[in-house]
């Protein structure tokens, strides 16, 4: 399924599903689909790490990867078609929403 946003000079359609998971007590791969440019990737609750490079992350405030917390809002990671971001919670119960797209 497909979706176009606004058209501006950031325009992007929508790739796949919108997904929520939360399932993240070990790393997990989000892999950018052959014709993708990137994701929005945003933390419902609780907080998580994650790698852009395809290495894992480490659970902990002090773990291995970047830190996102809700508060931070929607995040954008404008990443290559098979770039692979790994996502692991913080501590128990965080839940991320993710949503693959292309630019255009």
Same mark, same amino acid.
Do not use: C, W
């Given at each position: 399924?497909?979706?176009?946003? !606004?058209?501006s #000079? /950031? @325009?992007?359609?929508?790739? !796949?599903t919108?997904?929520?998971? +939360?399932?993240?007590?070990s790393?997990?791969?989000?892999?950018?689909?052959a014709?993708g440019?990137?994701?929005?990737?945003?933390?419902? @609750?609780?907080? $998580?790490?994650?790698t852009?490079?395809?290495s &894992?992350?480490?659970? !902990?405030? &002090?773990?291995l990867?970047f830190? #996102?917390?809700?508060a931070? !809002?929607?995040?954008?990671?404008?990443?290559?078609p098979g +770039?692979?971001?790994?996502?692991?919670? #913080?501590? +128990? @119960?965080?839940? $991320?929403?993710?949503? /693959? /797209?292309? @630019?255009?």
């Amino acid at each position: 399924m497909t979706r176009q946003l !606004g058209k501006s #000079q /950031f @325009s992007v359609r929508m790739l !796949g599903t919108h997904t929520r998971n +939360a399932a993240l007590s070990s790393a997990v791969t989000l892999t950018v689909p052959a014709n993708g440019s990137g994701l929005f990737l945003s933390v419902e @609750s609780g907080a $998580i790490n994650y790698t852009i490079n395809g290495s &894992t992350p480490t659970t !902990g405030a &002090t773990g291995l990867g970047f830190k #996102q917390v809700p508060a931070d !809002g929607m995040v954008r990671l404008d990443l290559f078609p098979g +770039a692979q971001v790994r996502v692991i919670e #913080q501590a +128990a @119960s965080a839940v $991320i929403q993710y949503q /693959f /797209f292309s @630019s255009f």
